[in-house]
């Protein structure tokens, strides 16, 4: 079936530096989204962005962090500048009719900060 | 994340014998979806319940929303359907925000 790919799939940075996780959605979808997982612990809602505009983003999503989808390329999430307790796997996901049922979601990019 | 409690953490079954997952809610949701993890990582949906139940193969899953939980039973394990699965639900205020649970791992054993 459709998927969502990320890139990359492993990510090492030293902590104060920028990065940018790249997430290739459903082609037709139209509602994007980041979920946090850190090792051990439940995925949790970070942001989600529809009609290039974020409608809704958690306490998890600090300052350091913005999305966008520049004329319908990848949906990123940058961290400007990374923490240490950034590291985590982060998960995109996309939907057509942003419900539930019909959700996609990405293996994840496994981000260390150092 | 306190929103969704799911256990067991872990679960490990003999093959061809059965159990059951739970979710339990500290509110009211809309709708509950059960994920598999699949061998890359990825979250496979397994069932989308807003009401009641559905069964697909070997698989059950039920949802009362009124009694805030949802279950996921397994019968007749085969050794591919060890993973860790979850359940994530939606808040009736907001759909557009999943809460999930922390996981179960399941192990199935010849």
């Known amino acids: 079936g459709p998927k969502v790919l990320q890139i990359p799939s492993h990510q090492i940075i030293d902590m104060g530096q920028m990065v940018t996780l790249n997430c290739d959605p459903v082609?037709?979808?139209?509602?994007f989204y980041w979920y946090k997982q850190i090792l051990g612990q439940q995925m949790e809602f970070l942001v989600n962005?529809?009609?290039?505009?974020?409608?809704?983003k958690s306490k998890l999503f600090k300052d350091q962090f913005s999305v966008e989808r520049p004329d319908g390329s990848y949906f990123t999430l940058k961290i400007q500048p990374t923490a240490l307790e950034d590291s985590a796997v982060y998960f995109c996901?996309?939907?057509?009719?942003?419900?539930?049922?019909?959700?996609?979601f990405g293996s994840g990019t496994r981000l260390l900060v150092i | 994340g306190d929103q969704v409690e799911q256990s067991p953490s872990a679960l490990s079954l003999h093959e061809g014998t059965g159990s059951a997952l739970r979710c339990n809610f500290t509110?009211?949701?809309?709708?509950v979806q059960w994920f598999r993890k699949n061998s890359r990582g990825s979250l496979i949906n397994l069932f989308y319940l807003a009401s009641g139940t559905k069964e697909n193969g070997r698989l059950k899953s039920a949802f009362d929303s009124k009694e805030r939980y949802s279950t996921l039973h397994i019968r007749d394990a085969q050794l591919e359907d060890s993973g860790t699965y979850f359940c994530a639900a939606e808040v009736v205020s907001n759909y557009n925000v999943l809460y999930f649970g922390s996981g179960t791992k399941l192990t199935v054993e010849p």
């Open positions: 509110t009211t949701m809309r709708a």
């Open positions: 996901a996309s939907s057509l009719e942003g419900r539930i049922s019909d959700y996609t």
């Open positions: 082609s037709n979808h139209l509602y």
């Open positions: 962005f529809y009609n290039g505009k974020v409608m809704e």
